[in-house]
Structures are given as structure tokens and as C-alpha cells.
């Protein structure tokens, strides 16, 4: 996914906080690298490390087109849940891009669109 640092929020061990735009809106999370730089744009891959419930912070989504919005503290993401296996693992597109996701399992017909809200996000960047 292509990102646009927008703002740098805070330096901390694990990486840089920082504000951030995509096609399909602006976010904050963790960018997990050595060094960043306001204005530029990275190509990156989105990690979401929460564990997804149904009902609570994953749910059918009435909306069919991805969108990524930040407020009170968590990343709120629409995208199109593309697989949910036995095992736990989900996958999600958000536009060209796939994150995977643990899930707990429901018997929803794939694909889908889904609306979560995440606290555990981080950027890392894939050619630096």
C-alpha cells in the first residue's frame, strides 16, 4: 500500500507514531522503521496484530469500497474479508493490498465487506 507521511507524531524505541494518508483516507499508526520523513510517500505492508470478534470489533460492513478513518484512538478500516480459515487466519483487501487478520470464526459467505477498528497497527516499509 502506498502511504504519504503527513505528520510525525512521536519517536519512541519501537519506531515512529505518525499521521498518514492513503487513496482511501488518513490514519495513524506505528511506522516500523530507522528513519522517516514528512511529505514522502513509502510503499508499504499494514500489519494489524488485534484479534478480530465478531459483533465487537469486526462486523458486516454496509459499505463496499475501502476506507481508512482515525479516531478515539483506534484505526477504523473498510475493506473485503477475502478469507477466514479454521485455523483463525483472515485475510482482507484494502483496495491492491492484503493484510492478514486473527479472526474468530462465524459463517459469513465470502467475500465480503467488514468494518473493524484496530489499536495494534504498524507501517513497515517494503523497500528501505
Same mark, same amino acid.
Given at each position: 500500500? *502506498?502511504?504519504?507521511? $503527513? ?11 505518525? /499521521? ?16 522517516? *520523513? ?6 508499504? /505492508? ?27 484512538? *483506534? $484505526? ?43 489499536? /495494534? ?8
Amino acid at each position: 500500500m *502506498k502511504v504519504t507521511i $503527513l505528520r510525525i507524531i512521536d519517536s519512541t524505541a519501537l519506531g515512529t507514531y505518525v /499521521e498518514f494518508s492513503t487513496p482511501y483516507g488518513v490514519g495513524s499508526s506505528l511506522f516500523a522503521a530507522p528513519e522517516i *520523513k514528512e511529505g514522502l510517500t513509502y510503499d508499504v /505492508e499494514i500489519n494489524i496484530d488485534d484479534d478480530f470478534f465478531w459483533n465487537e470489533n469486526i462486523t458486516p460492513s454496509i459499505n463496499h469500497a475501502p476506507s481508512i478513518d482515525f479516531h478515539s484512538g *483506534k $484505526l477504523h478500516i473498510t475493506a473485503e474479508l477475502i478469507s477466514s480459515e479454521d485455523d483463525g487466519c483472515g485475510a482482507l483487501r484494502i483496495g491492491d493490498s492484503i493484510a492478514l487478520i486473527s479472526l474468530n470464526q462465524a459463517h459469513y459467505p465470502l467475500p465480503m465487506f467488514v468494518d473493524i477498528s484496530a489499536r /495494534e497497527i504498524s507501517l513497515h516499509p517494503t523497500h528501505i
